[in-house]
């Protein structure tokens, strides 16, 4: 147990669909992040939050659109998504973006397919 | 473009057999260093992080090693146990932000 929570764990949709991704970290950090991690390709950084405001937007298409209401929760929304967005979308936190230590912590993941 | 790389991508020992993995990183200009570990279809636990002033970590059988000038990492696993069977991955800050560049990960299968 890591303290970062991902819901759901598993989410099949279709192009046409929308929904959401969610995470909720329990260990009173400032900073959160959504990774995806497809097959044979290293993780990517898609979007960093830092109290509650995004510093990092890595080229993601707009299909994809974060959201932070508040520093314990963060969410992906989705919608009209590719098969090639179907992968393992990772939430991350840590204490601060510009901790001392660095270390972040993950949450299991939320595998995602889109027919 | 700044690149981590982790070679080799899959690796597989006889339980006991101590071993080394290992990551090379483009830009010796890093702030600190990260070796995780994930499970199939897991999310990743962070195993040890060598920050850049620093030469080495442990923690129990895991010892890792850094050398800014060189580009290299290495993660030293001393007497393997099937339960260490995973994918090993190793990231990179490169500013005093925690956004990690990753690797793409060595796999690794202990046999009993």
């Known amino acids: 147990e890591t303290g970062v929570t991902q819901t759901p764990r598993h989410l099949v949709m279709g192009m046409t669909n929308k929904k959401s991704l969610k995470c909720e970290q329990h260990?009173?950090?400032?900073?959160m992040y959504w990774y995806k991690q497809s097959a044979k390709k290293p993780l990517e950084l898609m979007f960093v939050?830092?109290?509650?405001?995004?510093?990092e937007n890595n080229s993601v298409p707009s299909r994809f659109s974060p959201e932070c209401p508040n520093s314990s929760h963060l969410f992906l929304h989705l919608h009209t998504l590719q098969p090639e967005d179907s992968a393992l979308y990772l939430c991350?936190?840590?204490?601060?973006?510009?901790?001392?230590?660095?270390?972040?912590?993950f949450g299991e993941g939320s595998r995602l397919t889109v027919l | 473009k700044q690149e981590v790389t982790q070679i080799p991508a899959a690796l597989s020992v006889p339980e006991g057999e101590n071993l080394v993995l290992n990551c090379s990183f483009t830009?010796?200009?890093?702030?600190?260093l990260q070796w995780f570990r994930q499970d199939p279809g897991k999310g990743l636990t962070s195993l040890l992080l060598?920050?850049?002033?620093?030469r080495e970590q442990t923690s129990g059988r895991l010892n890792a090693s850094l050398d800014k000038s060189s580009g290299r990492s290495t993660l030293y696993i001393a007497a393997s146990q099937p339960g260490d069977s995973a994918t090993y991955l190793c990231?990179?800050?490169?500013?005093?932000?925690?956004?990690?560049?990753f690797g793409g990960g060595t796999r690794l299968m202990v046999k009993p």
């Open positions: 991350a936190s840590s204490q601060a973006l510009t901790a001392p230590t660095g270390e972040l912590f």
């Open positions: 260990l009173g950090h400032n900073a």
């Open positions: 939050y830092s109290l509650e405001e995004r510093v």
């Open positions: 830009d010796s200009a890093i702030y600190n």
């Open positions: 060598i920050q850049s002033s620093q």
């Open positions: 990231a990179v800050t490169y500013n005093a932000g925690n956004m990690l560049t």
